[in-house]
């Protein structure tokens, strides 16, 4: 018999992928809610052919080089920002991520958090159940309409274009965006104008943030960026807590340089429960569900499933974030 391929998945994934995954390979779960520690998980994959991982795994080049017969990295997740990209394409391991799947049930998220940070919903919640609910207050918990006010999108991607969407057709919102690229066809779509930031931070009501995170785009939103925006403002993050500088954000909550702030992500996560943003009454903050869905999860343990495999038979995988490995992949 051929020897399996032994695979690592740092965390307990859904049935749906791991299943496949056992009937092909030789698999060791990682039991514990909690992630391993960086040297466990470089003694588990010493022999490994592949890996799942997650976003608190950090795959960096040491942790590869302790593997010398690893050759997929299938990460549950669609940011590939917990790996180090041009290590793993030097070395010959293909990274596989989840993109697609996870669109709508993030953009869902990002459309809830809009409106809720719109509405202020989690402060007059926490108000009712605390015994703040007093009487009708005609000038209480007022918050900002949404409707026909204009949609920023920073980072025309996948989800990106799924919220735009969502928002245009739903609630009639006029849409600007910043891109790396122009797409006519959005902008043909849903009569989108792509404009660089600091004219969509001075225009837009709500700004809505759904870029990778890279060297480039790291503490994108300083206080220069909340001082651009308007006093009315909303801002929506469901991509990654480190594309803010977050005492920055506090800072621009407490003097109201913005209207109110809604996170899916945080910097750190999990973001402690003494951290000042959660005393600010205008945040509302999520702890990384957007695409926390049972349907939602289960497609992406398929699809991490299908990468893994595809990784260890030297396959092409289904969803590959670094295809410049291609031709040095180990067999
Ligand atoms: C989580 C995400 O990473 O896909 C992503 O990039 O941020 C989320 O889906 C995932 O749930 C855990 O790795």
Redesign the pocket.
Known sequence: LPMRPKVFVSRMIPQSGLKRLQERCEVEVWPDRMPPAPEVLRAKIADCDGIVS??TDRIDAPLMDAAPRLKVVSN????VNNIDLAAATERGIAIGN?PGV?TDATADIAVTLLLAAARRLGESMIDAREGRWLTWEPTGWLGQDIGGRTLGIVGMGRIGLAMARRMHYGWGMPIVYTSRTPKPEIDAELKARRVELPELLAMSDYVSVHADLNPSTKGLFGADQFRQMKPTAVFINTSRGPLVDQDALVMALREGLIFSAGLDVTDPEPLPPTHPLYAQPNCVIAP?I???TVQTRDE?ARICAENLLAGVLGQPLTACANPAVEPKRRR
Not at 76 to 79: D, E, I, K, R
């Open positions: 997650l976003l549950f997740a669609v940011g989840t996870l990384h957007a695409s926390a992406m």
